[in-house]
């Protein structure tokens, strides 16, 4: 911890400050919900297809699965696998096999909890309208406050990332009143380029989208790789959320959703002057 600091992160004499907007909040928990419904209705999509491929074609003639999750066998017999890349492995009980039911992906992990396509695409295609509206919603409003240059990296915090990177080896979390070069380097990369990956792949599957763009079938090398890619971002955003959530709990729960939830953050007293 750094010096001053109570064990709950920031709460040893450091005072409060308005760290986030109103309508900073308001996108987060919009956000938030949006991609929960996006991550287990499009789990429920990919267990029509549990398949994913690279090139502009897929089927039985094409040998360019990369992913794929399934059963061999039946009733009792039945056992699950994950093959990646050649690489087949055993995963009975979770993918492809729960309790004798054939599915790639257990039922608590989709919306609905039971099978249906079409249910699972309309609860998608909805969220994923919605993570649109709150994306440009956020960008206009973090334009018009000025947020938008809080997530920028400077060239202070790339000379300070490997001491941001060491003091979070160590747990040895500042709190400060703007973000550090590891924050606003995440959150860059989720803001500018995942989420806006991970809708464009998502339009790039849509055949309306490639009448009035079909340019986009050529940037991502067909709709099969852009599946794949929507896929992966999906896991690399499911990775951020888990290691975002560590990091509230290390640094001080409390703290972290009051600022999130009304705006309001305790610094460090050795903050005091200046951005974190």
Do not use: C
Request: proline residues 4%; charged residues 15%; aromatic residues 12%.
């Amino acid at each position: 911890m750094t010096a001053g600091q109570g064990k709950g992160g920031g709460r040893a004499g450091g005072r409060l400050v308005r760290r986030h907007t109103v309508w900073t909040r308001l996108t987060h928990w919009l956000w938030a919900v949006s991609l929960f419904f996006l991550m287990l209705s499009g789990l429920q999509v990919f267990n029509a297809h549990p398949v994913l491929h690279v090139g502009e074609e897929s089927g039985f003639a094409y040998d360019n699965a990369v992913l794929a999750i399934g059963a061999t066998g039946e009733g009792a017999a039945a056992r699950g696998f994950i093959r990646i890349l050649g690489a087949e492995f055993d995963t009975t009980g979770f993918l492809g096999v729960q309790q004798g039911t054939v599915q790639a992906i257990p039922a608590a992990l989709t919306i609905p909890s039971y099978r249906s396509l079409a249910a699972g695409r309309v609860v998608h295609f909805f969220f994923a309208w919605l993570l649109l509206a709150v994306l440009a919603l956020w960008l206009v409003a973090a334009a018009a406050t000025g947020h938008l240059r809080d997530l920028v990296p400077t060239r202070a915090d790339l000379r300070a990332l490997p001491r941001d990177i060491a003091d979070h080896a160590r747990l040895r979390l500042r709190h400060g009143r703007g973000y550090g070069a590891l924050q606003k380097l995440a959150y860059a990369g989720v803001l500018f380029v995942l989420l806006p990956l991970m809708i464009l792949t998502g339009l790039t599957m849509s055949p309306w989208f490639n009448a009035w763009f079909p340019w986009t079938l050529d940037l991502f090398g067909g709709r099969q790789t852009a599946r794949t890619l929507h896929f992966a971002v999906m896991l690399l955003l499911a990775g951020f959320f888990a290691v975002h959530m560590l990091m509230v709990l290390l640094a001080g729960p409390v703290n972290e959703l009051r600022s999130i939830l009304t705006g309001w953050y305790r610094i460090d007293p050795d903050q005091e002057g200046g951005a974190g």
